[in-house]
């Protein structure tokens, strides 16, 4: 290729005339060289493994909220006062706030973006995404903060990788093969906050130009006939304003009703619902906790292991029919139509116990009256127990969504669904044969 090779302690330059033993070493000495740090590669990789799966920090610097441990670099501490900021972007994104509106009201407050403040500590971090003088908050910064799981206590790394020592550009990998650990250092947000505001993140929700948070219902509200969501309409009648919601496809004249209701009539609605749901929630919690405190063997009632059981031997049942099916079909036992009308029974009794085998287990595994970490749901429900008036953060925390039908009637699907009623049905099964103080 025309380049000249010199190479000092072999005393090798290629410009020179070449030695038949030169044509022997060089190559072979480049073969081990390479060898050796193909081997270093393997080594170092392999280290960083095992540190991640430890649960130890490798990164170089760490996540905006927190600071590598002076007496363990592979440790994480929490930056008060990041945290503190943290603790407010998952606030205001409860409270409504858009995340460009919080990018602006932290630029406003003066808070250096996590750039900044890692170059105020003395930081050196070079980046080639700096576009001002001086970095600000963006929306995308404030989306990174709100969908990083590192701020619940889970550290998530080795994301990406390089293919090996010789290619530097590193490249994704798949999710199935990064390395996470649950509960590595202390969490600055918590476990039901951070979902809820991940669900958020998920819905069509938008701000007025005008508003600094969005409305109370927005993204919450679906037609319950077209699915699409509910639009919030204001009519002008003197120098009153009133407020309806209607239905999307309605509106754009595309069929479908109006399914119209005014705000307030839904904000009460809502609000009394709640109210006899967290009622509903207080009473199941009570009875949770009398069964808690029976003897044992009145509160293991169920005997899951010999309903799995049973349900199995039913599918290998179901399963053996099936497979006769053919030879009953072959020796003119059945005909073709029946042949067809057996196997799709088979199949559905098949579907059904894999069914009633996936509940069981989660039941068993749930083992709701004994297990206190399983009822903290309760909780989120609980701490709005003397609500008098909604507001953003309520419906974030206990709805899941609102479907309106016409007739000014509304269906609420609250969050903990499943939950909730797996607790009531071991209520009930166990009412069955414990008196209990209330009934469900």
Known sequence: MNVRFI?????????????????????????????????????IRSQLEIKRKKGEYIGSFAAYGYLKDPQDKNKLIVDPFAAEVVRSIFRWKLEGMSQSKIADKLNNQGVLCPMEYKLSLGMKTPTKLRVHAKAKWSAVTVSRILTNELYIGVLIQGKTSSPNYKVKKLLPKDESEWVRIENSHEAIIDHEDFVAVRSLLKRDVRTSPAEDAVYLFSGFLSCADCGQNMIRKTIPSGKRKYVYYVCATNKAGKGCSAHSISEPLLEQTVLEAIRVHINMIL???????????????????????????????????????????????????????????FKQSYASKISDAEASIIELEKEREAAVAGNKADLLWIGVFKKHENIHSLDRKVIVELIEHIEVHEGNRIEIFFKYQDECARAIRYIRKLSETVELPTAI
């Open 7 to 43: 190479a000092i302690n072999d005393g090798y330059d290629s410009a020179e005339k070449r030695s038949q033993s030169d044509s022997l070493i060089i190559p072979f000495k480049n073969l081990i060289n390479d060898a050796y740090c193909k081997d270093i590669s393997i080594k």
């Open 283 to 341: 009473n199941l919690e009570r009875l949770l906790n009398f069964v808690d405190d029976l003897p044992e063997q009145q509160r293991n009632v169920f005997n899951f292991d010999a309903q799995i059981v049973r349900l199995k031997e039913e599918i290998e049942r179901n399963q053996k029919f099936k497979l006769k099916l053919y030879e009953n079909l072959t020796d003119g036992i059945i005909n073709q139509e029946e042949y067809f009308q």
